[in-house]
C-alpha cells in the first residue's frame, strides 16, 4: 500500500480554539475521506490522492463531500465516529463488518438457470441485476449460474481517513447544498414562507434520472431543513443545458443499477 497523509491544515486555527463545534446529528458538515480496504485506497474524495493510488476518474469530480449526520449516507460505523468531532478533525477510524457492509450471508447467493440469461454469456466476476439487486457471477456450473447477492465489501473491514472540512449552518447555503450534491449542478433557490423553490431548466424532464433525484432531493429538504414544502418551478430559456446527474455517495457504492447488457431479465427470474 502506497502510505499517505491527508495533510489538510485549518484555514484559521482560532475558530477551532474558541468556538470549539463538535459534530452532532442532523448536522451539515464536509468531509474529506480516503476509503481503505486490505491495504488498498479504492476510493478518495481529493484528485491527488486518488491519483497517487492509481484510482483517479477524470469523470470524478474531487472534492469534499457533504454530509447529513445521520441521514445514513456513510455506514454506520463511519457515521458514529463523525459524532462529537470538532470541526477541523482529521483521523483514522478502523469498522469491522458489522458496522460497514455486513458479512457475507450465504442465504444471499442465488442459483439460476443458464438459460436465463438473455443476451450476454456469464463468467465469473461479471455483475448483474436481479429483482431490482445487484449482484456477481461467482460460478457457472454447467447449464447453473451461481449470482452471490452479498455488497462486494462484505465481510471486509473498512479503514477512512478522514477530515471534517467544514459546516454550514445558513438554511438557504444548507438547501444549496443538497441541490449540488444530488444534481451536480447549481440551480436557482430560494426558501419564502417555509417553502422550498427551486427553479429547474425544462430540458432536465428529458433526462430519466432527474424524476428520481427530484423526489429524492425533495424528502431530504423536507426532512432536514424542517421546510413544509417544496416547489419546483419549470423555466423555458431556449439555451442548452448540462447535467450530471448522479446520487450523492452512500452507505453501498457498490450497489448502483448494473449495466443493461449485464442484467436477467426480471420476468426470467424464480418466484
Known amino acids: 500500500m502506497r502510505r499517505y497523509k491527508l495533510g489538510y491544515v485549518l484555514r484559521d486555527p482560532q475558530v477551532r480554539t474558541e468556538f470549539k463545534m463538535t459534530v452532532k446529528n442532523g448536522d451539515f458538515i464536509r468531509i474529506d ?3 481503505i480496504v486490505d491495504g488498498q485506497v479504492i476510493a478518495a474524495t481529493d484528485k491527488d490522492v486518488a491519483t497517487a493510488n492509481g484510482i ?3 469523470e470524478t ?3 469534499p463531500h ?3 449526520v445521520g441521514a445514513g449516507q456513510l455506514v454506520e460505523g ?3 465516529d463523525l459524532i462529537d ?3 477541523g478533525y482529521s483521523g483514522r477510524v478502523e469498522i469491522p463488518p458489522e458496522k460497514a457492509f455486513g458479512t457475507h450471508d450465504p442465504n444471499k447467493v442465488e442459483i439460476v438457470p443458464h438459460t436465463r440469461f438473455k443476451e450476454e454469456k456469464p463468467v465469473p466476476g461479471m455483475r448483474v441485476g436481479v429483482e431490482g439487486k445487484v449482484g456477481v457471477v461467482t460460478r457457472v456450473i454447467g447449464r447453473k449460474v451461481s449470482i452471490d447477492l452479498n455488497h462486494p465489501l462484505a465481510d471486509k473491514t473498512i479503514v477512512f481517513e478522514y477530515k471534517i472540512v467544514d459546516s454550514i449552518e445558513d438554511k438557504l447555503e444548507k438547501l444549496k447544498a443538497l441541490i449540488k450534491t444530488f444534481a ?3 440551480l436557482e433557490s430560494e426558501i419564502k414562507d417555509d417553502v422550498a423553490i427551486v427553479t429547474v431548466p425544462w430540458e ?3 433526462y430519466k434520472e432527474w424524476l428520481m433525484i427530484r423526489r429524492g432531493l425533495a424528502d431530504m429538504i423536507l426532512q432536514h431543513l424542517g421546510l413544509k414544502e417544496v416547489d419546483f418551478v419549470e423555466r423555458h430559456t431556449g439555451e442548452k443545458v448540462r447535467a450530471e446527474l448522479i446520487s450523492p455517495p452512500g452507505k453501498e457504492p457498490g450497489a448502483e443499477e448494473a449495466n443493461p447488457s449485464e442484467q436477467v431479465s426480471d420476468e426470467s427470474m424464480p418466484a
Open 33 to 35: 475521506y480516503a476509503e
Open 85 to 87: 468531532k470538532e470541526i
Open 184 to 186: 451536480r449542478m447549481d
Open 66 to 68: 457533504l454530509i447529513v
Open 61 to 63: 469530480q474531487y472534492r
Open 56 to 58: 483517479y476518474d477524470e
Open 78 to 80: 463511519f457515521e458514529e
Open 204 to 206: 432536465l424532464s428529458y
